[in-house]
């Protein structure tokens, strides 16, 4: 009995052990620095994209490509180190790169003010400015104000979401409001629903809807419902040597105008006057 | 969808098959070792067992991935997505391939053990000659059941970057702007595979019919 006692109270010691460690695990996480350019220098640069961000990075049979895939082709040649490439979904890469999983995250990522705290950007890559899309056929929406109350689908955890009181604001001018807000993990799932009538408007960047109008003609952009916003590349805040050698890649392809060729090319036009630094004021 | 788009799709299925594959051969033995440890009460280990298995039946696989992607290279050890994804699935379903086979276990008559026993059998002779061949055939709905659900749970695995079919038919709705029919092509896949896990069972069970009418 005596032995059986003293097993029950070791493997609860254990557990309260094995509990403690639970909390003790995300601490060490947050204590450790994602790598120096000088460790980058030697293992390679490791760049992490999206699979489903059209025009931006998408897969085509099998293979990567759009706006920021011909972008990192152009790095492998720039880079006197290797590149390594990580195609995930959106979901875990801004949390790769603070924690230091990936070095920089090559995607759209709109520059705001909350990811900033965890984050640094490099120059803007395109203008993000926030639209609003809705289905041809719906005569019921022809400007802003006839948004009023109307359900807006939006991507979970965006920056569009997070700007969402932007339009609010708009709408109240005309004594409106914003109506049922549904979250997406992904854009394609919004933009089915908005053809299923579920939602009767999606909100995504100016460059995102003009490729999908052109592609999807039962979908007609509407009009810009934010003000500026700029989606750029994002590494590790404080990882300032790797954000120059990033910002030099992206000021010479500008130079070369190689970078506008890319925009026209994926975006259907080019944005000459980015900034090459952008506060955001969200 | 073009024929590349398809092969993407194939190309998820032996992602799928395969990940599954691996983690139902490790996650099935680990398995039946905790139920044993559990069930021959082992001091101490039998604790740690009890205590492993109701966390992990606790966690949900998709945390437990990020856990283990995002927090195991901060504490030195580097992991790529695919060993990520493994250690994952293996960890969620031994837990409850554990608790499958311990009720086959708990309900082993004891009278067949003592008889094997008094025989003269030793532990690991009475093991694979008495218990083993009957609690695989009490077990193995349950553990056929568990395994099916894990073949359904590997598109959680994508958020680490594995490409399995649901990621794949994902991509190719987002590139073209049409997600049902490659969302259809994938639902057709699944169908068979788990078909084909449950066909095995079939065979498993008639053969021991057969097996247990030839005695």
New interface residues.
Partial sequence: MT?YLL??S???R??LG?LASQFA??M??GR?QAASFDEIKKRGLIVATE????PFE?????KPTGFDNELIEDLRKYAPFEIKQ????W??IL??VS???YDVAITAAIITKERKQSLDFTSPIADATHYYVKRKDDKSISSIKDLNGKAVGVQAGSALLARLPELGAMLAKDNGKLGKIVEYT????A??DLALGRVDYVVNTVINLKT?VA??PVFELGQPVSGKSFPAWAVAKGNTDLLAFLNGFIAKEKETGRFAELQKKWFGEAFPNLPVTFEPEF | M?G??I??IF?GAVVTVSLSLVGILIGLPIGLGLALVRWANV??A???V??YVS?LRATPLVTLL??L???L???GVPIG?ISAAIVALVMNTSAFNCEVWRSALMNFPKDQYEAAQSVGMRAAQRFRRIVLPQIVRVSLPGLVNEMSLLIKVTPVL????V?DIT?AA??????T?E?LPPFLVAVALYAPIVFALVSLQRWIERRQVAAEAAA
């Fill in positions: 032995s097993v029950r070791l493997s609860r254990l557990m094995l695990l995300p060490l996480a450790v699979d489903d961000f059209r998408f897969v085509k049979d099998g990580e195609i995930l979904p979901t875990g949390a790769g924690t230091g999983k992904s854009y394609p799932e933009y089915q999908l592609e999807k | 073009s590349g788009d092969a993407a190309q001091p101490i039998a604790g740690i009890t205590l966390m990020l856990l992607f995002f927090a290279p901060n504490v997505p994508a958020v680490v970057g490409v990621r994902v991509r190719i709705g987002s590139e702007y997600p």
